[in-house]
């Protein structure tokens, strides 16, 4: 018997895999080739987040390469289809502990149809969501009333929100603290500040997702690359420019009041079990809507989507 390591996927090439154990090391390794064909609707066995048992191969000589032998079962993961073949997909990430959306008010200006899009993917992948607003320094007092005012409507829901300034390296002690001990989706427009922040908490990282970005950029990034990026030790970020905005494509055949935590609590109570609410009397989600305990900007995300969702059917 060999011996049996475990260890997390920190970057994913599709051919070969880079490996971290609990240890600290690091591990080039490949699968053992009979996971190849296990899964046939994805067109990757493994994705940066998972956790795997790795054995390291006795004939290896100054890098350290190993094979992966198991993949523990996933918390959640990240899906969207394949570019390449419209029958599969492709698992971007594994395991997120969050998706932290970076929104700024203005340049650029982050649209609530944005955020709740955002929200309503993570509600469908399960995994916890937080909205951080940067650039804090550009907003006037009508501002940050209006921020105040979203943090009201989001923070009740369950999504955390930050208000801070990379710039003016105000907020960024909570935001290091928001990501510690955890593997974080860093999502949000170009120009929001993620490199800057990224920077402003760890060089490294910043760095190196700054390297990436610029790459996806000029277009030539593929999305088999994903990669995650260490903050300190036990706290990760992922940046993968393929990953920047969360679509609502592959997610669960859930009804979409399903993913919107203020109707969620309200389901089952309308007249009919099948209500869309959009027009149905008694409908328990139009009368909060109007009593004011649904805030109108979520209705009006929710009709957008339901529309949208729709025409694509
Ligand atoms: N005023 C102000 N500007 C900021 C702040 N944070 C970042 N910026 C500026 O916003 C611009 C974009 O920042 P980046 O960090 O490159 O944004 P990004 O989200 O990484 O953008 P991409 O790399 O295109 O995805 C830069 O000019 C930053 O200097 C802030 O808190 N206040
Ligand atoms: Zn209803």
Redesign the pocket.
Known sequence: MSEQLRGRVIKSTGLWYEVEDEGGRRWTARLRGKFKVKELKVTNPLAVGDWVQLEPLAEAGGEEQAVITEIEPRQNYLIRRSIHNKYKSHILAANLDQAVL?ATLA?PRTSLGFIDRFLVSAEAYRIPACIVF?????LKEKGKGYVQELMDIYEPLGYPCLV?????TEGLQAFGQLLEGKLSLLS??????????L?AISPEAGQKT?EI?SFA?KGTHTTTFAEMFKVREGTWVIDTPGI?ELGLADMDEDPLDHYFPEMRSLLGECRFHNCSHTHEPGCAVLDAVEAGQIAPSRYTSYLGMLEEDETHR
Do not use: Y
């Open positions: 970076i340049q940067n650039k804090k320094d550009l801070i300034s990379a710039k003016e949000g427009h170009s120009g929001v500040g993620k490199s800057t922040l920077n700054a970005s950029n920047k």
